[in-house]
């Protein structure tokens, strides 16, 4: 499929929440349908024209929603690997299952980006308490073990300042295969949105400077403060994880920045909670530029036009959009998520704060 998605054509959604739902009204813009699927609550449904609510493990509602979707794409990555059979007998995925097999799992991202010569944590496979002791000494403390799979903002991961804490530590991740990785000492954590589209065209933002607040994203500020031969290596990183994956999407790519240069942290291989600062920053924002690049148009540049801090409204944060929105140059974006729990990213203001 090289040609144009045409007008009317619908795309699929796997995961209906917030990056859902931002596809959603994007591909709206460009004239597209979008059916999403989702097994529980989702805001994106309220701006889609299908909503399938179903199990991803039910092969058959899969099937039927593929078989009504043109193209299908996705907003989180923990899709079963049986779940992609059923769809690929229909219908072409976009960005296409080695991409997500290979972020789906921390021991093979990590063996995938360090080929690829990028310097990444030192790491090592922890599958059983009697792997700790080989894995310390190749990571050595203080050290993070970390889920192989599914773990998201923070979560399935364990501190091991010394060797001694291991096993305790370790059993806080109940028996999930695990990853220990060297403590990286970054000055920042930035990260890079790059996109690809299918004639290989690559496509990046600037990169945006993130802080986090109890292992969820807080605040992403462009531009970072880098030294623009830092910001330029950033960007050829993630470029170049995107044509050695032959990867057709919108990519978040997550570094840590330290005095030996720039080391790998991981890959998102969907929009990112990180680019949302493009929506206020960029002609073409992120959402837009993965459904032009999933749907065969020509991508937006990248090019920036103002400088920009994206915050989350995280839990109860979410009662200061009034008062946020009475200042100037602010943008609001809320997700229509009428349960506000803690933890829970419930909407995101993007401020300008001057021109590019
Ligand atoms: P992750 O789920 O891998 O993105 O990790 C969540 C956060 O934990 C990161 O944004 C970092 O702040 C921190 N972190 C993760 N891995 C490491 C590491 N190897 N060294 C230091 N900090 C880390």
Excluded at 28 to 43: K, N, Q, S, T, V
Excluded at 180 to 189: H, L, N, T
Aim: charged share 20%.
């Amino acid at each position: 499929m090289t040609d144009r998605l045409p007008t009317g054509a619908t795309i699929g959604i796997l995961g209906g929440g917030q990056l859902g739902r931002m596809l959603a009204m994007a591909a709206a813009r460009l004239g597209y349908r979008c059916h999403i699927y989702e097994p529980g609550a989702a805001p994106a449904a309220d701006v889609a024209h299908a909503w399938t609510q179903a199990p991803y493990e039910d092969l058959g509602a899969l099937r039927d929603f593929a078989r009504s979707c043109d193209l299908i794409t996705y907003e989180f990555e923990n899709i079963p690997a049986a779940s992609l059979d059923v769809l690929a007998e229909t219908t072409p995925l976009f960005p296409d299952r080695r991409a997500l097999e290979i972020s789906q799992d921390r021991l093979t991202e990590k063996t995938f980006l360090a080929g690829l010569g990028l310097a990444t944590a030192p790491f090592a496979p922890v599958d059983t308490p009697a792997d700790l002791a080989a894995a310390l000494a190749a990571t050595a403390t203080p050290a993070i073990l970390k889920t192989r799979r599914f773990g998201y903002d923070g979560k399935g991961q364990a501190r091991v300042m010394a060797p001694d804490e291991a096993e305790a530590a370790l059993a806080t991740l109940q028996g999930a295969p695990a990853i220990a990785e060297g403590f990286v000492r970054f000055s920042r954590e930035i990260s890079v949105i790059a996109a690809r589209g299918r004639d290989g065209t690559v496509a990046a933002y600037d990169p945006g400077e993130n802080v986090h607040v109890d292992g969820i994203l807080s605040t992403t500020t462009v531009p970072a403060a880098l030294p623009l031969l830092q910001r330029t290596d950033a960007v050829l990183v993630a470029s170049r994880i995107l044509t050695a994956l032959d990867y057709v999407g919108v990519m978040g790519v997550e570094l840590f920045v330290t005095p030996q240069g720039l080391v790998v942290n991981e890959i998102a291989p969907r929009v990112h909670n990180s680019g949302h600062w493009t929506q206020a920053g960029c002609a073409v924002d992120q959402f837009e530029q993965h459904i032009r690049a999933i749907a065969g148009w020509p991508l937006g540049n990248g090019e920036r036009h103002a400088n920009v801090v994206m915050e989350n409204l995280v839990g109860e944060e979410v009662t200061r959009a009034p008062a946020l929105a009475a200042e100037p140059g602010v943008q609001i974006h809320l997700y229509g998520k009428t349960e506000t729990r803690p933890g829970r990213k419930m909407g995101h203001v993007n401020r300008v704060t001057g021109p590019a």
